[in-house]
């Protein structure tokens, strides 16, 4: 299997659970990747993308899960509303969202990621989707997932008191995520 982690605003291949959960899946033998993208400065998806061009060094196929946490998640959108020949495997976001936020500094350097998706191809381009939330994310409201999980359906997995489930909220590790991946 090869999986490919996605950081999100102000983010890095190094924070969070991304080490972690990279390490775990080497371990049983799988490819991982966990692109550094250009945040804050030089943030758009237009450049995004040519990173992941550069440090991602295979075409997504029907053995690829990609992983994306906050803006990451909203990047993954943007990867399964493109044509594809290939359905992926899995799709994963984590603390997803697709409009402002009401933090002007974080809604001006995410303002270019907000759009209007095709639904329908997002999801006829993945075989699964599951999308983890928290019940107390201090960022995202938990409206913002519910409503793309309304669009997409898939697995809705709710985390109690998980904050925005990154390293400040104590996810260095992300042991419910591992098994998703694995399943």
Known sequence: ????????????????????????????????????????????PENWCNVLIKEVPFIFDDDTVLIGHSLGANYLLHILDMERKVKIKKAIFVSVFNSELGNEEYDNLNRP??????????????????????????????????????????????????GHLNKAAGFTKFDELLKEVLI
Do not use: C, R
């Open 113 to 162: 990621f907000i759009k209007d998706f095709n639904w329908e191809n997002i999801k006829n381009n993945t075989n699964e989707i599951t999308i983890y939330h928290s019940d107390d994310d201090p960022f995202i409201p938990l409206s913002e997932a519910e409503g793309i999980y309304s669009k997409l359906g898939g697995k809705f997995k709710l985390i109690k008191n998980g």
């Open 1 to 44: 299997m090869k999986v490919v982690i996605i950081h999100g605003t102000y983010g890095s291949p190094e924070g969070n659970w991304f080490p972690w959960l990279k390490g775990k899946l080497e371990e049983l033998g799988h490819e991982v990747y966990v692109p550094s993208f250009p945040t804050p400065e030089n943030q758009s």
